[in-house]
């Protein structure tokens, strides 16, 4: 915020205006776990026009193992490869104090570039680091990795649920069926009527978009991609 402020006083007064809770990992109550898209039509398009539904049902049915905890939405082994990464650092840190009773210590980190070092206080009961960055994934970060294994416990038992395979495996349980003609839809009790001044005309060529393009646009691009390619 002090670097937005040092560029755009505006833009930081503005910003100030709006809940934190709408607009900051730091303050989503955990909730997003690093995703910044906020706008779930576009996730869900994100799925719809890339891999199928079916697809990714079958994918989840072909994975053998309960144990093969790590999966996301969007990417197979993001989340592994996320935590695999952690569990690297942490073998460069340095579990100081500590208390067993209240599975709380004091890890340092040693640098690995010459920059000195730090030291995060990691709770693990209450799941928290002073990082911040367990709170932002919902994966441990390579502090409470270490703290972890000075405990004697698996770091693994700390990832939410909702990582799991066997929550990607329910999440594309359902079945999805077919839609009939017209002709065999129940009738309804309302009309819909047609309300020709309420439809705006545009120009020739497409609109230009003003929103910011976010994380979820470069896999939405490629599909589109493919899908024209698979039409041609």
Known sequence: MEEIKSLNPEAYDWLGNIDKTQW??????????GILTTNMSEAVNGVLKGQTLTDRATRGNNIKSVSTIF??????CKSHDYFEARQAEAIHHIVQKFDYN????????????GQGSRTYVVKLRQ???SCGKWATHGIPCSHAIQASRHFGMNASNFIPEYFSTRAYKKTYLGRFEPVYGEEYWDPVHFELVHNPTKRTRRGPGRDVTTRIRNEMDQPQRRARQQY?????
């Open 228 to 232: 024209q390619a698979h039409q041609t």
């Open 24 to 33: 900051t990992l730091a303050h989503d109550g955990g909730w997003r776990t």
């Open 127 to 129: 799941q928290m680091c």
């Open 71 to 76: 999966l996301a939405a969007y990417s197979t």
């Open 102 to 113: 209240q599975q709380s210590a004091s890890v340092i980190t040693l640098s690995t570039t």
